[in-house]
T-cell receptor, first 112, second 114 residues
Framework: AQSVTQLDSQVPVFEEAPVELRCNYSSSVSVYLFWYVQYPNQGLQLLLK??????LVKGINGFEAEFNKSQTSFHLRKPSVHISDTAEYFCAVKAAGNKLTFGGGTRVLVKP | DSGVTQTPKHLITATGQRVTLRCSPR?????VYWYQQSLDQGLQFLIQ???????AKGNILERFSAQQFPDLHSELNLSSLELGDSALYFC?????????????FGPGTRLLVL
């Protein structure tokens, strides 16, 4: 069975500063990796995904993530955040079977 | 907009009652997944249907059941409701590509059991 750990439950950050959200996973087989964002009182929106190919993945809203197989990580980054990036971010892994396994989420609070 | 629709958006009911949540997948998607998001358990997979048949089961209680109809919409039935069933319930449908599968989520149904 796979598992996902998001190391930070909350990340406060100032507007226009960079942010990195950490995600580590465990799985004995190859995986697909995803980041979803949940804005307040809304559903889950796909930010980006790694299925195969280049390990650096670019997503929507200026986010990118890098798949590191040796470290079993898929950290999410944005070089300059906006107030509108305040949300909860979920890392998810899909391995054997079709279900997604989610991390516990990281709340990002962007301060002016 | 993901193309996945869910109704109702909000549902308030009492303990012991039964409710039905509805999900319509994106046009052409055959799979529907149901997830529960609660404060104490986080996001958890409940059940998956593919083209009308149950494909996988997760942490779904026996009081809960689901089905997928010929038009591919799905319903999640929650019965003998308890306070702890209060949560956000999401469904997702999948985009298939040569590289793999991506799940797109609906806006969710927020259930409050009083």
């Amino acid at each position: 069975a796979q598992s996902v750990t998001q190391l930070d439950s909350q990340v406060p950050v100032f507007e226009e500063a960079p942010v990195e959200l950490r995600c580590n996973y465990s799985s004995s087989v190859s995986v697909y990796l995803f980041w979803y964002v949940q804005y307040p009182n809304q559903g889950l929106q796909l930010l980006l995904k790694y299925l195969s190919g280049s390990t650096l993945v670019k997503g929507i809203n200026g986010f990118e993530a890098e798949f590191n197989k040796s470290q079993t990580s898929f950290h999410l980054r944005k070089p300059s955040v906006h107030i509108s990036d305040t949300a909860e971010y979920f890392c998810a892994v899909k391995a054997a079977g079709n279900k997604l396994t989610f991390g516990g989420g990281t709340r990002v609070l962007v301060k002016p | 907009d993901s193309g996945v629709t869910q109704t109702p958006k909000h549902l308030i009911t009492a303990t012991g009652q039964r409710v039905t949540l509805r999900c319509s997948p994106r046009s052409g998607d055959l799979s529907v997944y149901w997830y529960q998001q609660s404060l104490d358990q986080g996001l958890q997979f409940l059940i998956q249907y593919y083209n009308g048949e149950e494909r996988a089961k997760g942490n779904i209680l026996e009081r809960f059941s689901a089905q997928q109809f010929p038009d591919l919409h799905s319903e999640l039935n929650l019965s003998s409701l308890e306070l702890g069933d209060s949560a956000l319930y999401f469904c997702a449908s999948t985009e298939l590509s040569n590289q793999g599968e991506t799940q797109y989520f609906g806006p969710g149904t927020r259930l409050l059991v009083l």
